[in-house]
T-cell receptor, first 116, second 118 residues
């Protein structure tokens, strides 16, 4: 079974600064997908960014980028120019590429605080 | 295009009662997933359904919990004889899943149903 570990229960960053959230995972599979989801106080789960394991290039979405290290099984999220609206819980998630095993495996989350 | 709809948003049940949670996937999506989020925890996968079929129920508790996704109508997560430990937020997600494209593997989440058992 796959596991996802987020070792930072809480992170704090000054507005406009850069912050990196850590995520490691354990799997014996070679093909899979990785995701970062954001959960603001409204509790709505919002997809931030995704990465296909077969792609070597790190995904980027505006101020959000990832550092995907497949050999190390690491998938960190970097948020540049942090904004107050980025304050939320952030969850790292894994999904197998095998057909029928589509359920996401989530980490326990990192609570991101933005200091004005 | 309306997003994933879940109702009710809040549900209060006494111990021993039944809880029915509904999920309407996004238009064009035929794959539905249910997750449970306990306080201070990440989401835990429960079950994956396609229309009229359960594909993966490896995360479902063996007793009292069941799920369906009929040909017509929303997906239903049913919890019989609820206990206090069932209090949690239950999220539904849907995906289009087709064509082998990466985008088809994205799961779009509903706003969740917060179940409180008193």
């Amino acid at each position: 079974a796959q596991t996802v570990t987020q070792s930072q229960p809480e992170m704090s960053v000054q507005e406009a600064e850069t912050v990196t959230l850590s995520c490691t995972y354990d799997t014996s599979e070679s093909d899979y997908y990785l995701f970062w989801y954001k959960q603001p106080p409204s509790r709505q789960m919002i997809l931030v960014i995704r990465q296909e394991a077969y792609k070597q290039q790190n995904a980027t979405e505006n101020r959000f980028s990832v550092n995907f290290q497949k050999a190390a099984k690491s998938f960190s999220l970097k948020i540049s120019d942090s904004q107050l609206g980025d304050a939320a819980m952030y969850f790292c998630a894994y999904r197998s590429a095998l057909g029928g095993a589509d359920g996401l495996t989530f980490g326990k989350g990192t609570h991101l605080i933005i200091q004005p | 295009n309306a997003g994933v709809m879940q109702n009710p948003r809040h549900l209060v049940r006494r111990r021993g009662q039944e809880a029915r949670l509904r999920c309407s996937p996004m238009k064009g999506h035929s794959h539905v997933y249910w997750y449970r989020q306990l306080p201070e925890e990440g989401l835990k996968f429960m079950v994956y359904l396609q229309k009229e079929n359960i594909i993966d129920e490896s995360g479902m508790p063996k007793e009292r919990f069941s799920a369906e996704f009929p040909k017509e109508g929303p997906s239903i997560l049913r919890i019989q004889q609820v206990v206090r430990g069932d209090s949690a937020a239950y999220f539904c997600a849907s995906s289009p899943r087709g064509g082998g494209q990466a985008n088809s593997y994205e799961q779009y989440f509903g706003p969740g149903t917060r179940l409180t058992v008193t």
